[in-house]
């Protein structure tokens, strides 16, 4: 089941000239990527996504995640294990 993307995602995604982002939390990387919100933690939690802490806040950086996604699918998986 999809869920709506809130609005605002939708607003930072509609921005346009604005400053770039940089960094993402894991509940607007699941959303992207169609996974459950636990399973995006899952995989933070694993290392399969790569994450900082900055105080309280757990962010993804973007470039993390199209990096991960234009990897072959062998790199991916040995990630992985």
Do not use: C, D, F
Not at 6 to 21: F, N
Not at 31 to 53: D, E, F, M
């Amino acid at each position: 089941m999809r869920t709506r993307t809130p609005p605002h995602i939708a607003e930072r995604e509609a921005k346009v000239g604005g400053p770039p982002v940089l960094a993402v939390s894991v509940v607007e990387v699941a959303q992207r990527l169609g996974i459950s919100r636990n399973g995006a933690y899952a995989l933070v939690a694993s290392g399969a996504i790569p994450s900082l802490r900055l105080g309280a806040r757990l962010l993804i950086p973007v470039r993390a995640i199209e990096e991960l996604l234009n990897a072959p699918v062998e790199a991916w998986r040995q990630r992985q294990l």
